[in-house]
């Protein structure tokens, strides 16, 4: 079986463990609550509305994959750590965990997150990684690209001078 | 194509051999296999046959595991590829991996290898250009190296020949400094690239900004229809090879030609080790090569020997051609063998914004990537405190740009919605740098390859000449662009090794006396008349095009010369 991720398969997790995150992960130690957890957070940053949302294109498990494969071992251990104390703030801002609060209060704690409203660093590094790759993986999809004709890969012309649109 | 099946002497015997099969070799196999030439074409590395091995050629950026970046793994693993642009994703696989092929830095040396058929040709940048006599005068009249034993006119119909079959875009500027050739239509410079052009030629007379001329069928004719290649797509995918044959390979172009004539044996997985020279005949009678995977030794025979294995590997095979008469390596008399290796200086770049032409933008992708500065310093006469020049390219580009601030449904629509933001223009340096009999490469004593051949060692480093010259480029760009009104100008230092360019040259250059040079104007070791060297080793100076073009011009030449040597019976 093969998970797609933004257009991509990605190998499961050969343990069937439940308790372990459904993909293979070699460096991260990722449980299955800490994937809900970040699918809540990156389907806050692009929710599903009359287009597919974060979790339908499997974003979350895009930006494990990328911060598994592609972020040096001191990122890797803060974006674990900025994982960890989400649910601290939320329930110290909305006496909630992360995923049991309205979207509106999520998008709050993002917001209050990214904007440096808070003091813990890696809190807000870890979110900003996710942004980016949530943010990749969103405009490299395949729905973004094929579906809303974002990318050609077959373009057959160049303009240098092409006019543009002023509405 | 014929198979190798038995393992007589007189299977293992051709008219010819050609050692590499990247876009010298390419060509010296199609230009012998033509004139009737049984020829065998030598390549370590694996076959790549034209649009069945390119596996990532029509997939979509989305089908990549990491949407085209490297994962760290492979970046630690392979710091030295790992520095070049083209080392991504979509084209890892047709690059050599350090620890596949260990050298020896004595000096840090990024030395960029491609160990397949057609070599680097899959991943070049395309960009040719022709040398003009205010090359090939230049060490005769600014008195280094030794002077070049060809002018252009010698070269001149070859250039002709390569580029009618290879198809090479650009316009007839009617540039001294810059021959026009036989071109199929240039791809026209946008909005600010000819803004800039227009203004740089009304306000420093001399300095000309040129489309990018390049291997791409812009307007394919009959002869490409012939080698299977319809017209480029604009793609700008190149480095995975290209489906359309658009560009300008050997899988592509010259290696399919020359094996429609019946004449060519291609042999992948074949690592030379060494030229056999025999003593009695004072002639090389062939090479010895080690089989890849078994590691199996086997010795084949033929008249003429072309060594077209990449610069610095073409140094390593002579120089590890040792026998009673050569014991310092093949056709090494003088000692000079390996030495007066030179490289371009890509080590600057600038960049600017432009808040003008805002009614326009691109549409589509240009293959060759904009505009080309020929050489402006030095060129009629010596002018600065440095010597030589550099070309530049220079190119615009208008990107989209979109609010990524914020969560939610309104960063899904400024994702989906981004606005046009100004023009940016950049350009990068190339500099012609001065062969030094320190910039050498040498057999390592101990160290040994996998088939039990020297590691190359390689010592070469930029000088001061280097220093000027980038200081006096990022100079003049910044005042051009600022008499341009470009602003928010950024001139950068790139502070990178040697080697990066992939425009690593000389060696075994040409010359006129073999007290001072390896090889003579038919690219001959003067010592060894039947081993020609045409590819980038042969280089006496490397001025400040890019090379290829001149390779694949030097190979058809030299390989027309051989065949007639041969054909006289003086071979």
């Known amino acids: ?167 | 194509m014929p198979e190798i099946t038995g393992d007589s002497i007189k299977d293992r015997t051709f008219d010819a051999i050609v050692i590499g099969s990247g876009i010298s070799g390419g060509w010296s196999a199609k230009e012998l296999t033509e004139r009737g030439l049984k020829t065998l074409l030598l390549e370590r590395g694996r076959n790549v046959e034209h649009i069945k091995d390119y596996p990532t050629t029509n997939m979509m950026p989305y089908e990549f595991e990491h949407r085209g970046e490297m994962p760290l793994a492979i970046q630690k693993a392979a710091p030295v590829v790992s520095r070049c642009y083209a080392f991504r994703e979509d084209a890892m696989h047709f690059f050599v991996k350090d620890n596949e092929h260990p050298y020896v830095q004595e000096k840090p040396f990024d030395w960029i290898r491609g160990y397949q058929v057609g070599g680097k040709s899959l991943l070049w940048a395309r960009q040719t250009q022709r040398w003009s006599d205010y090359d090939f005068e230049g060490p005769a009249r600014d008195g280094f190296a030794v002077d070049w034993p060809i002018r252009y006119k010698d070269i001149a119909p070859w250039y002709s020949h390569v580029e009618k079959f290879a198809g090479i875009s650009g316009n007839r500027d009617g540039l001294k400094e810059l021959p026009d050739g036989d071109f199929l239509p240039g791809y026209p410079l946008n909005a600010v690239e000819d803004y800039f052009r227009e203004h740089v030629h009304q306000k420093y007379p001399g300095r000309h900004i040129v489309s990018a001329r390049g291997a791409h069928l812009s307007r394919p004719q009959p002869i490409h229809f012939q080698q299977g290649r319809g017209q480029c797509q604009n793609r700008v995918l190149c480095q995975r090879g290209c489906p359309f044959g658009g560009y300008f390979s050997s899988n592509a172009s010259t290696i399919p030609w020359a094996a429609k004539t019946g004449n060519l044996t291609l042999r992948p997985f074949s690592v030379v080790h060494s030229v056999i020279y025999d003593e009695k005949k004072g002639r090389a009678t062939g090479v010895k090569v080690i089989d890849a995977n078994t590691r199996k030794e086997t010795e084949y025979y033929a008249k003429v020997i072309f060594v077209n294995a990449s610069a610095l590997n073409t140094n390593l095979i002579l120089l590890n051609s040792v026998s009673g008469r050569f014991p310092n390596g093949l056709g090494n008399d003088n000692g000079l063998l390996g030495k007066y290796v030179a490289f371009h200086n890509y080590s600057a770049t600038i960049s600017a914004v432009y808040n003008g032409m805002k009614q326009y933008r691109t549409d589509g992708r240009n293959p060759v990537g904009g505009g080309y500065i020929p050489r402006f310093r030095n060129v009629f006469r010596q002018e600065t405190d440095f010597l030589r020049g550099y070309a530049a390219g220079f190119s615009a580009h208008r990107s989209e740009i979109a609010d990524h601030s914020g969560t939610g449904v309104a960063l899904k629509e400024h994702l989906l919605n981004p606005s046009l933001g100004e023009w940016r223009v950049g350009s990068h340096m190339m500099g012609e740098t001065i062969p030094k009999e320190t910039n050498h490469v040498s057999l390592d004593k101990e160290k040994k390859d996998d088939w039990g051949i020297p590691q190359l060692k390689i010592a070469v480093v930029y000088d001061d000449n280097d220093e000027k010259m980038r200081q006096d480029y990022l100079d003049q760009m910044a005042e051009m662009f600022g008499s341009a009104g470009f602003t928010d100008i950024r001139p950068a230092r790139a502070d990178k090794a040697p080697g990066l360019d992939i425009h690593e040259m000389g060696g075994v250059r040409m010359g006129h006396d073999p007290k001072t040079s390896l090889l003579n104007k038919w690219h001959q070791l003067h010592a060894c008349k039947n081993v020609f060297v045409t590819d980038g080793a042969c280089m006496t100076s490397t001025s400040t095009q890019n090379p290829s073009l001149t390779y694949m011009a030097f190979s058809a030449r030299a390989a027309d010369y051989a065949f007639g040597e041969l054909r006289k019976g003086d071979l």
Do not use: W
């Not at chain 1, 449980?31 to 957070?41: H, K, N, P, R, Y």
């Not at chain 1, 929710?47 to 949302?53: F, L, V």
């Not at chain 1, 104390?85 to 999520?106: E, G, L, M, P, W």
């Not at chain 1, 709050?108 to 809190?123: E, F, M, P, S």
């Open chain 1, 1 to 167: 079986m093969m998970i797609i991720a933004g257009g991509v398969a990605i190998l499961p997790s050969c343990s069937g463990d439940p308790g372990k995150a459904s993909i293979a992960l070699k460096n991260l130690p990722v449980t299955a609550d800490q994937e809900t957890l970040l699918a809540a957070v990156a389907e806050t940053i692009i929710p599903k509305n009359d287009m597919p949302g974060a979790r339908d294109m499997n974003l979350h498990l895009f930006t494990l994959k990328m911060v598994d494969d592609c972020s040096d071992a001191a990122e890797q251990q803060v974006f674990m750590a900025g994982l960890d104390s989400i649910d601290q703030f939320s329930r110290q801002k909305y006496n909630n965990a992360f995923v049991q609060c309205s979207d509106t209060q999520k998008a709050t704690l993002l917001d209050d997150i990214a904007g440096g409203r808070q003091d813990n660093k890696q809190l807000t590094t870890m979110i900003n990684i996710t942004k980016r790759r949530v943010i990749q993986g969103f405009m490299n999809s395949k729905y973004v690209m094929t579906d809303l004709k974002k990318y050609e890969l077959v373009p057959g012309r160049y303009n240098g001078y092409f006019p543009v649109k002023t509405s």
